[in-house]
């Protein structure tokens, strides 16, 4: 499980390689020396080149003779743009490195390799791993020490990884600068131009926002004055139609206490044209009689009337007995819909009245505490109602 894990992370890192050998560079914008045709992996003559370029796949169509990253032409990028295989020489070093660090942390992976390679079983003294289990190992390092090999000329460091920098040093000494080296430089020259552009453009940016705040002055000038000049008119306005609606609501005010005045004299006139006390209920009675079509609406009416009054005498601390809804349908089908129905209870003490804002006619029963001689009369009426109902109920 070990060498298969470590088989697939190779794969992976070689993978990663050979996309870097594929590809190519933006065209350098602010420095005067290009960059080396090999300047990934400069030709160095050993056998592992050999095993290094193994790695890359070649067809007729594109041969890979050495594993180079180019420089990109101009009429090449608008039609690569979209492959992924243009670089700025920054992106190009943060891949190199990201690699260098993988592979790296695979070494201390890679050695336990190599150690048991050399190891022999105890028993039989014979090599640790198999032949087929061997060959793994070895193609695994083999790639691991090509990998290894690629980063190291990339950096610039010992081809041979023993410690000594004679072969970098005379790699600078010929003028052969490590890629890393060189992709730093144009890295900073793509920051500088980063740079020069970023400052240009906040220039330009300052400059179309000047002139945008000083049109934004001149048009908040301009929307002001426009704004005052409608709200001038507004109130004008406002004040015409405050004066007209003024003089319609007095004018509205004054009809609608016309309008109840008439009403309460008319209330009051109604009132007092019906008779009260016995006599008055004898004599609505028998208008309600007279009003009725047949004996069995005024039976209805009787009915309904002997209820409300039987209820009262039985319930005077009751307010909701003594009150009644002037529209209430169910008052209106027994009662209120006859002629001499509704003046029976005026007839009997009750008057018009609001109730919580509900037009009602109510029986006001007076104050037993203060006026014991008003509440004795107005409770008499109120039983002699109820016998004159239950007589009439009775012919």
């Known amino acids: 499980m070990e060498l298969r894990n470590a088989e697939k992370q190779i794969d992976v890192l070689v993978e990663s390689y050979q996309a870097l050998v594929r590809s190519k560079l933006t065209p350098p914008q602010t420095v005067e020396q290009e960059l080396p045709q090999d300047h990934l992996l400069p030709s160095v003559g050993l056998k592992e080149w050999q095993i290094l370029l193994s790695l890359i796949p070649t067809d007729d169509k594109t041969k890979t003779t050495s594993p180079e990253i180019q420089i990109a032409t101009e009429s090449a990028i608008s039609s690569m743009k979209d492959s992924g295989m243009i670089l700025t020489a920054q992106q190009l070093l943060k891949q190199i490195n990201d690699l260098t660090d993988s592979i790296e942390q695979l070494e201390p992976l890679t050695s336990k390799f190599r150690q048991r390679m050399s190891m022999k079983d105890p028993v039989t003294n014979m090599p640790r791993y198999g032949d087929k289990t061997m060959n793994r190992v070895v193609s695994l390092l083999t790639k691991y020490d090509a990998l290894q090999l690629a980063v190291d000329i990339a950096h610039g460091r010992d081809h041979d990884r ?234």
């Not at 600068?177 to 453009?201: D, F, G, M, P, R």
């Not at 209120?336 to 005026?346: A, M, N």
């Not at 002699?384 to 009775?394: G, V």
């Open 162 to 395: 023993g410690g000594n920098d004679s072969s970098s040093s005379q790699d600078r000494e010929h003028g052969n600068v490590a890629l890393v080296h060189t992709l730093e430089k144009h890295a900073n020259s793509e920051k500088a131009l980063l740079k020069e552009q970023k400052e240009e453009q906040e220039h330009n940016l300052k400059l179309q926002h000047d002139l945008y705040e000083t049109r934004q002055r001149e048009e908040e000038q301009r929307r002001k004055q426009q704004e005052f000049e409608e709200e001038l008119r507004l109130k004008r306005e406002r004040e015409g139609l405050a004066a007209r609606a003024e003089v319609a609501r007095l004018q509205r005010l004054k009809q609608e206490e016309r309008a109840i005045r008439e009403a309460r004299e008319r209330e009051r006139a109604y009132l007092a044209s019906i008779p009260k006390g016995k006599h008055g209920v004898e004599t609505m009675l028998k208008r309600l009689r007279e009003g009725c079509k047949d004996k069995k609406e005024m039976d209805v009416a009787l009915d309904a009337l002997y209820t409300l009054f039987s209820q009262i005498g039985a319930h005077p601390e009751e307010i909701k007995f003594r009150r009644v809804r002037r529209d209430h349908p169910k008052f209106m089908e027994d009662i209120g819909r006859h002629d001499g129905g509704k003046e029976v209870l005026i007839a009997a003490g009750f008057i018009f009245a609001e109730v919580e804002g509900i037009k009602c006619f109510l029986s006001k029963e007076p104050d037993l505490a203060s006026d014991l001689d008003g509440w004795s009369d107005w409770f008499d009426l109120i039983k002699a109602t109820t016998s004159i109902i239950e007589e009439e109920m009775m012919k």
